[in-house]
């Protein structure tokens, strides 16, 4: 269900445009089947790039239902004459909605209090204007109102049927920004929940009220703000399994609704690696290439290294190393990790892929050219013997990081990136960008893919399946869809980083 409100938020049109996505894909994908297949026809690699158009424009479509502003739909006026309302958003073309007079109001009342649900959602792409094709809205008592155009020009703002007055400027309505929980879908194994959040009013508050599955279970006295924000701060009893909450907020302009935040409750905690386990991480970043220097793998293992500590880790910290030492800390490393329960590696840097097999190039590796793929396997450091070690570290759960593969130290090579690993149970391997696919420095301290990391890495109880989706998205919009994040698992319980 996607979160609907009333109120005009500051809001874009989503970032990471179609044609851009899409075609950075396209090439993505061609290049590498080009690279293992050099001799086909023309007319077999028209065939192919049709096939992969479709799925970069399947791909683009997950990631909008992602990543869109669906929180700043509004309705913009109703329509007497074609009965419809005009739904605004900034993650979409406008569109119109089908509902009769004489049901105007209900439909109005529990849009504006996000009573509303979505279903069969469903578009087409015209240039970088995304347009519904098909979308269903669906009230608490289960009617049904289908959207009927995209085109706007003959549904002019009128007022409303059901109110005989025009729609409200929803302007001043109360923006409310929640604090904790930072994610809007939660696991917990306690029946109470603290919740925090921001409000701004540019009018008097007159009520504020949070709501556990629709039953108001906390009402807090008008006050008048005078521009400062008001905290909300509440603990909150939680039903068993899943829980809706979210945030009421009237002012002087109306009611406004926080984004529905779900709440797992569950009586018994499964089977889990990271409760009262010991943890060790081998963090690795070099920069220091003599000829293609990097700006920020050195800062990403920096940075990352003190968040991990912060979270329980202990950390081996190394940056700008040699072959010789890269491979002596991961043999250590492998060694060391056999007293530990999780076991983590990261490492940021120049990397290669060589006949299907991945290598991490450290920084006295002179650089490649045409011909050279000979000294790949001599003077780098192969990710098999990283695999190698872990698994002889028999750790309940191992983790592996690579912000690698940055741009411009093979370019010269025909294989780029690298390729997808076989890891034995219990790993979870996360990539900076796709199979084949080169990841960007950035222009920040961090690049894009560590960046996003950091941001999220410490969200209390998110599981790390959720987190590298979150990071994806984070960066696809960060890099207007040319870097894609990838990731792969054997993991079979549930892990967070922070509890």
């Known amino acids: 269900m996607f979160s609907l409100q009333g109120q005009t938020t500051q809001s874009a049109k989503i ?80 569109f119109t909605v089908s509902v009769p007079n004489a049901e105007a109001r209900e439909f109005e009342e529990e849009f504006q209090t996000s009573k509303l649900r979505i279903a069969n959602p469903d578009f087409q792409i015209e240039g970088d ?7 269903t809205f669906i009230t608490s008592k289960g009617k049904r109102y289908n959207i009927t155009s995209n085109s706007v020009a003959s549904n002019p703002v009128t007022n409303n049927p059901a109110t005989n007055s025009p729609i409200k400027n929803n302007s001043a309505l109360a923006a409310i920004a929640w604090k904790f929980p930072l994610v809007l879908r939660v696991d917990t194994y306690k029946s109470d929940l603290n919740i925090q959040a921001c409000v701004k009013s540019e009018s008097q508050i007159k009520n504020v009220s949070v709501l556990i599955n629709g039953q108001a279970t906390r009402g807090m006295q008008a006050v ?66 003599e000829n293609f220097p990097l700006a920020n793998p050195a800062n990403d293992a920096t940075d990352l290294s003190a968040k991990l500590k912060k979270l329980g880790f202990d950390v081996i910290l190394l940056t700008d190393r040699t072959k010789e030492q890269m491979i002596n800390a991961i043999d250590k490393f492998g060694s060391d990790a056999k007293n530990y329960d999780v076991a983590l590696f990261f490492y940021a840097g120049h990397a290669v892929q060589h006949d299907g097999k991945n290598y991490l190039i450290p ?12 000294k790949i396997e001599f003077d780098c450091t192969p990710m098999d013997r990283v695999l190698a070690n872990m698994e002889y570290s ?42 084949g696919a080169k990841a960007l420095d950035g222009t920040g301290r961090n690049s894009p893919y560590t960046a996003e990391l950091l941001k999220r890495i410490d969200t209390k109880g998110l599981k790390i399946e959720e987190l590298f989706k979150q990071v994806r998205g984070g960066v ?6 040319q870097q894609l994040p990838w990731d792969q698992s054997s993991i079979v319980g549930d892990f967070s980083f922070s509890d």
């Not at 204007?129 to 979308?135: A, D, G, N």
């Not at 945030?247 to 935040?261: E, H, K, L, T, Y």
């Not at 696809?476 to 869809?481: F, P, V, Y």
């Open 15 to 94: 970032n990471i445009m179609p044609t851009a996505f899409i075609k950075n894909r396209v090439d993505q994908k061609m290049g590498e089947w080009l690279r293992q297949n050099p001799y086909t026809s023309d007319a077999n690699k028209a065939t192919i790039q049709k096939q992969f158009e479709n799925e970069a424009i399947a791909e683009y479509k997950e990631t909008f239902l992602h990543t869109a502003n669906w929180h700043d739909m509004q309705i913009a006026g109703y329509n007497q004459n074609t009965q419809t309302f005009l739904i605004k958003s900034g993650a979409c073309a406008d």
């Open 476 to 481: 696809l919009e960060r890099t207007n869809g």
């Open 394 to 435: 028999k750790c309940k759960l191992k983790l592996i990081i690579l912000d690698a593969c940055r741009d411009n130290f093979t370019r010269s090579l025909t294989g780029t990136g690298l390729s997808p690993m076989t890891a034995p149970k219990g790993t979870f391997i996360a990539y900076s960008t796709s199979p």
């Open 363 to 374: 920084v006295d590796m002179p650089t490649l050219s045409a011909g050279d793929e000979r």
């Open 224 to 289: 008048v703000n005078d521009g400062c924000d008001l905290s909300v701060n509440e603990n909150v009893t939680l039903g068993k399994g899943m829980n809706e909450v979210k945030i009421v907020v009237a002012n002087d302009a109306g009611q406004s609704v926080s984004d529905v935040c779900y709440v797992n409750y569950a009586t018994r905690a499964p089977d889990v690696y990271y409760r009262d386990n010991k943890r060790l991480a081998l963090i690795v970043g070099n920069s220091a290439y």
């Open 129 to 135: 204007v995304v347009k519904f094709s098909k979308l």
